[in-house]
């Protein structure tokens, strides 16, 4: 763990030259859904009558009764008694009150096919999925893994599933078949939905492939359904593999939503912790539903006739929060792309505000960066007058990406949400309120109204203004998660064992002297690269687990375009002779890319023949940060291995180079 005075120094640094302020237009604080000051005092005076009031937004088939329960703490109990379904609350009462017509989604797939989807079709076709997966045998509380493109039958298959009761653990289309088999094993599913590619970079990428390699070892799976996306071959074991279209297509489109109880388990969604083993992170019904559209109306200031666009992937918890779930219970009309940001040409995303008429966008810092490096051209020859509103998420957003985003693509008149959260969270935490809060750029201001945050010092005392420390949450909130799948002490250990009574995000915070709270990235072992979540310590045991290498310490490099970057310093086994270490190198990024991600590939590698260490032989991370981001070197003083650093300092020039 980095230590509070290097989270000091890089705050320091942050928030030196930020003066600039940005007040709320006056025409957006007119029309704002929150407009009135007040509600942060009256949500921290009564938040479980402030939380009560959110949730008379859903329907429920039973009204909860009791609030919250706390008496098992750290375990939440969020509307208890509440029985509710949220496919129903996401298409049914839409329908019932008349807007079936009303457009749902927008798609665009990246070759250019496009489709609009509207309330009524899309519940016919989760109703159709809801029986097919009866007919195939899954009832309530069977997990369901979700391995599909960004397509629309990925939403149906999250609310088919939440209309059955059948929790879903999606598995990011971007990782390996050894990341699916781990997520099936862990949650013991017997069916996976999936198709037989999507489309990357122009070309069609293979995922049932990585199923059919996934289920070799994953003895639990008897069914694997396959919606024909590409239309690459694929290869099939009949009994076992049935095609979407015969199996889902002649189904029925009436379909009677399960009632669920509040806090039965909506899904599962594994995420990067400081072990080499993910955490399946546990989200139930009622509070996840009520968080998620509470923050989505009041964040991105939802209207009727928005149209809404999360450029996320619902691979992470932001689209499951911000691409499916809130948006569709809030009835907003939204636009759902498949591809990449770039793709076939850079101005891609600013000719898709421009034909949809996006009024609302919400990406990460990185994709502004990217488009901020092919430059604001491109932006420039499209009309973004549509839009009205701009989020970040995922990451820090540095002041300068901030400013670019508020020029070149907000036009100097959108306010911009910077909302930090986490896949733990559910929804978002800490952010402006787009009619109310003046923004300052790279700070995500504020804790929302109901959400009581703080920073404090290792004994968990509250630092005063303008100081850095740990982030904690100190009340419970509705979309929390309720703990880790089978896991349960992890769960207590890692948010909880820090400070007792208060949750542990896991991040560095500083507020200034106006209280505004600048997110200082992580201080645990987790890092943040592309707004992606990565462990170290996964992709460690990923590079030792190739034949040759004897020891891995993996850290984070700040990068102007990622964030961070991946560097991993790596010792070989003594009877390795790899040749060439440029050829090693990528044979062992390969190797990473296989057991984890492409995304988790090291940029840099470089082949030590001893890694620093303590004398109670704990690898010091912290000197080999300093390494990675060229910092003056701390204290040495405890260490074992002495020359050791001067070796790698040395060496780090010719650190092998992934370019
Ligand atoms: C980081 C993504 C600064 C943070 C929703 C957190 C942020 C981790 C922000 C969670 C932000 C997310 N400013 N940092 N606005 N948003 N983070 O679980 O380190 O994929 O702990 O959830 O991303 O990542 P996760």
């Not at 000051?37 to 009560?52: G, K, N, Q, T």
């Not at 045998?137 to 369901?144: A, I, L, S």
């Amino acid at each position: 763990m980095s230590d509070l005075k290097d989270v000091s120094k890089d705050f320091v640094e942050v928030v030196k030259y930020e003066e600039r302020e940005f007040a709320p237009p006056a025409d957006f604080v007119a029309r704002a859904n929150m407009a009135d000051p007040a509600v942060y005092h009256r949500a921290a005076a009564d938040p479980e009558a402030f939380w009560a009031e959110q949730a008379e937004h859903l329907h429920w088939f039973q009204k909860w009764d009791q609030v919250l329960d706390w008496s098992d703490a750290p375990h939440a109990k969020w509307f208890v008694n509440g029985k509710l379904n949220v496919a129903y609350n996401c298409l049914d009462r839409h329908i019932e009150a008349g807007k079936g017509n009303k457009v749902a989604f927008y798609f665009e797939g990246e070759p250019g096919d496009q489709r609009v989807i509207t309330y009524q079709e899309l519940k016919d076709q989760v109703c159709q999925l809801a029986n097919a997966l009866t007919e195939l045998n899954v009832v309530k509380g069977d997990r369901v893994v979700i391995y599909m493109p960004m397509i629309p039958e990925l939403v149906v298959s999250l609310l088919a599933c939440a209309r059955i009761g059948a929790p879903h653990t999606v598995v990011f289309g971007g990782f390996s078949a050894d990341a699916v088999r781990d997520r099936i094993n862990d949650s013991t599913a017997e069916i996976v939905i999936t198709a037989d590619g999507g489309f990357r970079r122009g070309a069609p990428s293979g995922l049932k492939v990585n199923v059919d390699e996934a289920v070799k070892g994953a003895p639990t799976i008897e069914k694997v359904l396959v919606y024909k996306r590409t239309g690459q071959d694929v290869d099939w074991v009949e009994g076992r593999d049935f095609w979407w279209n015969d199996v889902v297509d002649r189904q029925s489109t009436e379909h009677e939503a399960e009632p669920m109880d509040s806090e039965d388990l909506l899904y599962l969604l594994y995420t990067s912790g400081t072990t080499g083993k993910p955490k399946g992170i546990v989200h139930t019904t009622g509070g996840y539903l009520v968080g998620t559209t509470y923050t989505h109306r009041n964040v991105f200031d939802i209207k009727d006739d928005d149209v809404y666009w999360c450029a996320a992937d619902i691979g992470w918890v932001t689209g499951h929060s911000y691409i499916c779930y809130a948006p569709l219970a809030n009835g907003a009309t939204s636009v759902m792309y498949e591809g990449t940001p770039t793709y076939p040409a850079p101005d891609r995303w600013w000719d898709i505000i421009e034909r949809y008429k996006v009024s609302i966008l919400y990406c990460a810092p990185t994709a502004i960066r990217a488009h901020m490096k092919e430059g604001h051209q491109h932006a420039d020859k499209h009309d973004l007058s549509s839009l009205r509103l701009l989020g970040s998420v995922g990451e820090p957003i540095n002041p300068e990406a901030w400013m670019w985003y508020h020029r070149h693509i907000g036009q100097e008149h959108c306010p911009i949400v910077d909302t930090w959260w986490q896949t733990e969270t559910g929804g978002i935490m800490i952010s402006p309120v787009p009619g109310l809060t003046t923004t300052k750029p790279g700070s995500a201001t504020f804790p929302l109204p109901g959400i009581e945050a703080d920073v404090v010092d290792e004994q968990g005392n509250s630092v005063p203004l303008g100081h850095a420390g740990f982030l904690v949450i100190k009340k419970p909130w509705p979309s929390m998660l309720r703990t880790l799948y089978n896991d349960d002490q992890r769960y207590i250990d890692t948010y909880w064992g820090k400070f007792g009574n208060m949750y542990f995000a896991g991040d560095g915070a500083a507020r200034d002297e106006d209280g505004y709270y600048w997110l200082l990235g992580r201080v645990d072992d987790v890092m943040n690269v592309s707004g992606h979540r990565l462990s170290t310590a996964e992709i460690e045991s990923a590079l030792v687990s190739h034949d040759l290498v004897a020891e891995a310490a993996v850290v984070g490099q700040p990068d102007e375009l990622t964030g961070e970057a991946i560097f991993a310093f790596v010792t070989l086994k003594n009877r390795a002779h790899p040749g060439d270490e440029r050829d090693f190198g990528q044979e062992l990024r390969n190797h990473v890319a296989k057991k984890i991600s492409p995304i988790a590939k090291p940029k840099r590698i470089m082949f030590t023949p001893d890694l620093p260490k303590t004398r109670s032989g704990k690898i010091m991370r912290r000197l080999l940060r300093d390494i990675a981001s060229g910092h003056a070197l701390g204290d040495t003083t405890s260490l074992a291995n002495q020359d050791v650093v001067n070796q790698i300092q040395d060496a780090t020039t010719s650190a092998a180079q992934d370019e």
